[in-house]
Nanobody
Framework: QVVESGGGLVQAGGSLRLSCAASGRTFDSFAMGWFRQAPGKEREFVALISWDSDQTFYADSVKGRFTISRDNGKNMVYLQMNSLKPEDTAVYFC????????????????WGQGTQVTVSS
């Protein structure tokens, strides 16, 4: 089970930190990712972190502004979002990576319900 939190309303240029609480004894065996979905659009890849935090990957649209991290001792994954833009407005989802291309939603399982992020201009 995966539960996201930390979303909210923020002005452009502001920051938010999303959290993802994952249950299960094998959490530290999975790479974990963040996706987002804006109204009327497909779910899109945001960031991925390997099981040991050794590797991270980002969508070009968030590179340099967002940082993904994890704490395996607490079964937590985080997404620090800085310099937010109105186009970052979306529901943000955390998910466990299974297999396949890491930027495709179909490569992930164990999706949470998402947390809404709204950036006002």
């Amino acid at each position: 089970q995966v539960v996201e939190s930390g979303g909210g309303l923020v002005q452009a240029g502001g920051s938010l930190r999303l959290s993802c609480a994952a249950s299960g004894r094998t959490f530290d065996s999975f790479a974990m990712g963040w996706f987002r979905q804006a109204p009327g659009k497909e779910r899109e890849f945001v960031a991925l972190i390997s099981w040991d935090s050794d590797q991270t990957f980002y969508a070009d649209s968030v590179k340099g502004r967002f940082t993904i991290s994890r704490d395996n001792g607490k079964n937590m994954v985080y997404l620090q979002m800085n310099s937010l833009k109105p186009e970052d407005t979306a529901v943000y989802f955390c998910a466990g990576y299974n297999t396949g291309s890491y930027y495709l939603a179909g490569s992930y399982g164990y999706w949470g319900q998402g947390t809404q992020v709204t950036v006002s201009s």
